[in-house]
């Protein structure tokens, strides 16, 4: 996506001409490197949303309003301090970099008048966004840096903010752009002017060579060609508000791919009257993956140490469990010894004695202990074959446990990906930590209500699926009655299912089609098919475990269905 000098300026006209005026209400911070800010301007509420994250740096108007975390991040207050209430003067772009300074008039401690800024970089993993007092001096920053050897700069509060260095030739120096375009020696033009030239992509550089109407592979440009280019460079740094401005989405089928300030080639393209819904559309999907994939990392990694470290104990008890196969041989070895003993002489190292539980009678040589008595020795024997018992025992025992916490283990695991919201999150962190998995337990904010399950509407039957135990334990024991159906794919972890039906019969159509829910809901997602069980709620007990989300039931039948979520049903 061309998050380029030329997108940036005039993303920051935009953003000027829509909220110059406006007053900040409200400061959000949803996500440790993004800020939401609530503006009243021209008699419109806005939202404005100020990422930093690497892979997606954005900053643009917003109809999403996200979940707020419990407690507010310090770069949070800070901004709330100096900014809630403050009247935006102005949103510029800082030289010629992909920076957007927005000023605002604000009141300190004592209520005098100070002007507050708010510098949002929007350069890759370089990206930040900072907060700067009425002398220029840094506030707050959103990612504090002690020093940057590749920016060669400090972010630390206190300290005077300097824009980071460009070593690319900035777009207004027109000799010198001049000067780099007559030493072109050929091959790739647009490569070559987003590699000599501040602020430009390959996207943007690629279309003002072809806006020029030049050659992109010529060995030389002519003085006609190097104005031609210079003033399509021109043309682009200047787009805002003129003929050719034109903020789209490129698309590939239904989804959008790519945003601009116009379009830059023949392909499919959709137009909005704004640059920030362009930016909002085309990075959705990618925020949204990014997100989940961020706030999952840690859970993920919890979940997978845990069942790594089961997995060893599983191996080390059936380890132990192979180390007592001897068991029996060392009953034999006292009962032969108690049947000799005549023959055995008191001080002897060893002797031979028929197998009698051979049926070829086979001889065998059993080991003594000089020092004890033959009575001894048979004692010896028969307390070893007495501790491997009971051993044998206790580690059939520990085995039975550990696989059976595996097996719930797994189903945690395959709930994390189902995660959206806070409160869902909290509840996979607190399943974890019931099972060990987390050693100290955050404490749950009490504000954070419990998830909601996925609500579909079927043929006028409303059915709930279970994203987590703790869902499938809340809609299968304390939300369903007696007589709705309960659903769950067989011998699988799964999302329990119940179809609110109090007892009414359920058609045909509609049973297949929450099955095929079910079973895209289950590990058996990948499966072309899925036997899925379903009963009366009545017929459905917790399990004797006493484990989360695990349940025996009878009475059942089943169906057999493709995995299909049924986006289309879904209740919004």
């Known amino acids: 996506m061309p998050n380029d000098y030329i997108t940036v300026k005039a993303l920051a006209a935009e953003l000027s001409d829509l909220l110059a005026g406006g007053k900040i209400n409200k400061i959000y911070m949803p996500e440790k490197d993004e800020v939401t800010l609530a503006i009243r ?7 404005l949303c100020i990422s930093t994250n690497p892979q997606n740096p954005r900053m643009h108007i917003t109809n999403v309003r996200k979940e707020n975390p419990p407690v507010a991040p310090g770069f949070c207050m800070y901004l709330r301090k100096y900014f809630t209430g403050a009247t935006i003067i102005s949103v510029d772009m800082a030289g010629e970099d992909r920076i957007v300074v927005m000023k605002a008039l604000s009141r300190n401690e004592m209520h005098d008048e100070i002007t507050v800024t708010l510098v949002a970089e929007m350069m890759g993993r370089y990206s930040n966004l900072i907060a700067l007092d009425g002398k220029g001096n840094i506030g707050a920053a959103i990612k504090q840096v002690p020093f940057d050897t590749a920016t060669k700069r400090c972010l630390l509060p206190g300290i005077k903010y300097s824009a980071p260095p460009q070593s690319k030739l900035p777009p207004s120096d027109k000799t010198a752009l001049t000067a780099a375009l007559r030493a072109y020696n050929g091959s790739d033009l647009g490569a070559f002017i987003a590699g000599a030239f501040a602020g430009y992509s390959k996207q943007t550089a690629a279309f003002a060579v072809r806006l ?56 499919e393209y959709e137009k909005f009257p704004l640059l920030s819904e362009c930016i909002e559309r085309a990075t959705a999907a990618k925020e949204k993956s990014e997100r989940h994939r961020e706030h999952t990392r840690e859970l993920n990694r919890y979940y997978k140490n845990f069942i790594a470290r089961e997995e060893k104990k599983l191996a080390k ?26 023959a055995i002489k008191r001080g002897a190292s060893s002797f031979d004695a028929t197998d009698i539980y051979d049926p070829d009678g086979a001889q065998v040589t059993i080991t003594l202990d000089p020092a004890l008595s033959p009575q001894q020795n048979a004692q010896a024997y028969y307390k070893k074959y ?8 206790a580690v059939n025992e ?39 998995a987390i050693r100290k337990k955050s404490v749950r904010d009490k504000r954070l209500r419990p998830a909601s399950p996925l609500e579909y509407a079927v043929d006028g039957f409303t059915v709930l699926v279970g994203k987590n135990n703790l869902q499938n334990e809340r809609i299968t024991f304390k939300t369903a009655r007696g007589g709705d159906i309960w659903m769950h794919a067989k011998d699988a972890h799964g999302s329990h299912l119940v179809i609110l039906c109090d007892g009414a ?68």
């Not at 682009?236 to 080639?265: E, M, Q, W």
Request: hydrophobic share 35%.
């Open 386 to 393: 007495a501790k491997l018992k009971r051993t044998v025992n």
């Open 398 to 436: 520990q085995i039975e446990e550990t696989l059976q916490t595996l097996d719930h283990a797994r189903g945690i695991g395959a709930a994390i990906e189902l995660c959206s919201t806070a409160a869902e999150f909290a509840e996979i962190e607190s399943e974890l930590a019931s099972l060990g």
């Open 505 to 572: 019969d359920v058609p045909q159509n509609t049973l297949l089609t929450c099955a095929e829910i079910a079973a895209f809901y289950s590990q058996t997602v990948e499966a072309d098919k899925v036997t899925i069980d379903f009963t009366r709620r009545k017929r459905v007990k917790r399990h004797p475990s006493g484990k989360l989300g695990l349940v025996t039931y009878t009475e059942y039948s089943s169906l057999i269905v493709k995995p299909n979520a049924h986006e289309e049903l879904l209740k919004k």
């Open 317 to 342: 008890s059936r380890a132990r469990l192979k180390e007592c196969e001897d068991a029996q041989y060392f009953k034999k070895c006292g009962d032969l010894i108690t049947i000799n003993l005549y």
């Open 41 to 47: 301007a021209k008699g419109e509420n806005r939202l």
């Open 212 to 267: 020029a109407g030049v050659e992109n592979n010529k060995a030389q440009l002519s003085e006609q060609e190097i104005s031609a280019v210079l003033q399509a460079l021109d043309r682009l740094g200047n787009i805002y508000g003129s003929p050719l401005y034109s903020p789209c989405c490129k698309k590939s089928g239904d989804a959008y791919t790519d945003y601009f300030v116009c379009p830059y080639d023949d392909g």
